[in-house]
C-alpha cells in the first residue's frame, strides 16, 4: 500500500487548494497552507471544515474530523512552508507568472528532497518549470472538484521532470485512495483539452437558442453517462477559470477553442457560477 507524504504545503487556500489540504491530512499527512492574510487563512480553515463535515457523513473519514482539522496549520508566507515538506502543490489562479513566482519562492523554502507541484489545468509545466532550479522535481498534479469526492489525479510531465519524481507524485495519489492519469506536457493537456471543448460548444448551444441549460446537462447526464453536465460543470469550475483557460487553448491551439460571447458576457457581469451565486444556473 502507498505511503502518503509526511508533510505537505498548499500554496491558495482556495477551493481547490482547500479540497488538495484536506484530502492529504485525511489520510495523515502535516499540512500547511499558504494563504495572503489571516481573513483569508479563517476562511480556508473554514472551507476545510466545512468539507470534513461533508466527508464524514458520507462516511468517508477514518478518524473524528477535529483531528484531521488539527494537521493543518496555515501561514501568510511561502517562506513559512515547512523546510522538511516532501510535497508542496501550488494552487492559484490561472496565472502564469504568479505561479512561477511562487514555485520558485517554495522551491528557495524547503530542501532539496522536495517534490514541486502546480494544480494548473492548462498552462505549460515546462514554463513553469524554467523559473525553478531543479524543474527535474517538478510536475503538475492536476486535480479535480471536488478534490475530496474526485477519483482522478492527471499527473502532466515536461521533458525535464525526473522519472522518480513521477513515481513518487503517483504512489501519493495512490494515497489518497485516487487513479492517475499521465500526459505529456501539452495545451490543456488530456481532460482541459476535452472538458473545455465540450463545455464551449454547450454554450454556443444555449447562445444560439438550441435548448435551455438543463435540457443539455441531462442530455449528455442521461445519454452518455456523464456525471453532470458540461454547464452545471462549468459553473463548478467558475465561468472566469473556463474563459481563461479557453483563451489560453485559443491562443495555442486555434480558433476551435474561441470562447462564445456568452461566456464573456457572463463572466464581465460577475455571473460567475456557483461561487458568485449565479452563472448558468441560480446557487443558494
Known amino acids: ?64 474530523s477535529e483531528r484531521v482539522l488539527d494537521r493543518i496549520t496555515t501561514t501568510d508566507s511561502v517562506a513559512g512552508l515547512p523546510a522538511d515538506a516532501d510535497l508542496v502543490v501550488e494552487a492559484v489562479s490561472e496565472d502564469a507568472a504568479l505561479k512561477a513566482r511562487l514555485l520558485a519562492a517554495a522551491e528557495h523554502a524547503v530542501g532539496e528532497h522536495a517534490v514541486l507541484a502546480s494544480n494548473t ?47 513518487t507524485a503517483s504512489a501519493w495519489t495512490h494515497a489518497l485512495g485516487k487513479q492517475d492519469v499521465i500526459v505529456k506536457d501539452s495545451p490543456g493537456f488530456a481532460s482541459s483539452r476535452l472538458g473545455v471543448a465540450l463545455g464551449l460548444e454547450a454554450i454556443r448551444m444555449v447562445e444560439e437558442g438550441v435548448a ?20 452545471r460543470l462549468t459553473d463548478l469550475v467558475g465561468l472566469d477559470v473556463r474563459l481563461a483557460i479557453a483563451d ?8 476551435r477553442f474561441a470562447a462564445p460571447r456568452l461566456l464573456r458576457e457572463k463572466v464581465a457581469r460577475g455571473e460567475l457560477g456557483r461561487k458568485s451565486g449565479k452563472g448558468f444556473y441560480t446557487w443558494e
Open 248 to 255: 489560453h487553448l485559443h491562443a495555442t491551439l486555434g480558433e
Open 212 to 231: 435551455d441549460p438543463r435540457a443539455i446537462d441531462d442530455a449528455m447526464r442521461l445519454g452518455y453517462k456523464h456525471p453532470m453536465g458540461p454547464l
Open 1 to 64: 500500500m502507498s505511503t502518503a507524504p509526511a508533510v505537505v504545503g498548499v500554496i491558495g487556500g482556495g477551493r481547490m487548494g482547500a479540497g488538495i489540504a484536506q484530502s492529504f491530512a485525511a489520510v495523515g499527512s502535516a499540512v500547511t497552507v499558504v494563504e495572503s492574510d489571516d481573513r483569508a487563512a479563517e476562511a480556508t480553515r473554514a472551507r476545510i471544515a466545512d468539507g470534513l463535515a461533508r466527508a464524514a457523513e458520507r462516511g468517508g473519514l477514518h478518524e473524528p
Open 121 to 167: 489545468s492548462s498552462l505549460s509545466i515546462a514554463e513553469l518549470g524554467a523559473a525553478l532550479a531543479h524543474p527535474g522535481r517538478f510536475l503538475g498534479m492536476h486535480f479535480f472538484n471536488p478534490v475530496p469526492a474526485s477519483a482522478l489525479i492527471e499527473l502532466v510531465v515536461a521533458p525535464t521532470t525526473d522519472d522518480r519524481t513521477l513515481r
